[in-house]
């Protein structure tokens, strides 16, 4: 079995782009579409969240950067993803897993959420992932190739 290339170019180009996507889809759904549900089905821990105000946006980015190179890495290492759908299936599959066990261990270890808000944070963490995904997919298809 030959191992195509790794192509860094598309890597760092399609994971910026992932990650910035990541950040404005995780502010629509958890800072504006889901704030009051996931407001309501905290766990009984108290002052955990911060406010508008004390939000350390680097962090936040950073963090989307993070989740944009992640499934630009194994979009261009091991699956060579390169159009929007094949991303968004593998973002959601990918996103899936990953959400699940983070929640599930989260849900066990600590009292920040209830297990609604660790269902319904599975499913919005599953569609946040699959648009990233996509755009990390789509992004692929439009950067050339390295000779």
């Known amino acids: 079995m030959s191992e195509q290339k790794f192509n860094e170019k598309k890597f760092l180009i399609s994971g910026l ?6 950040f404005f889809t995780g502010w629509l759904v958890y800072g504006v ?4 549900i996931m407001g309501s089905n905290s766990g009984p821990a108290s002052n955990v969240m911060r406010g508008p105000k004390e939000m350390l946006f680097w962090a936040i980015f950073l963090g989307s950067l993070f989740m944009g190179f992640t499934l ?13 759908a094949g991303g968004a299936v593998a973002g959601a599959s990918v996103g899936f897993m990953i959400t699940a066990g983070y929640d599930f261990i989260n849900y066990g270890t600590t009292n920040l959420m209830s297990i609604s808000g660790t269902c319904i944070d599975l499913v919005a963490g599953t569609v946040v992932q699959a648009i990233i995904g996509a755009a990390v997919g789509w992004m692929n298809s439009k950067v050339k190739a390295e000779k």
Do not use: C, D, H, P
Request: aromatic share 18%; no cysteine; net charge positive.
């Open 33 to 36: 579409l889901l704030m009051n």
């Open 72 to 84: 630009s890495y194994i979009f261009n290492k091991w699956a060579n993803i390169n159009t929007l």
């Open 17 to 22: 782009f992932g990650g910035v996507i990541s």
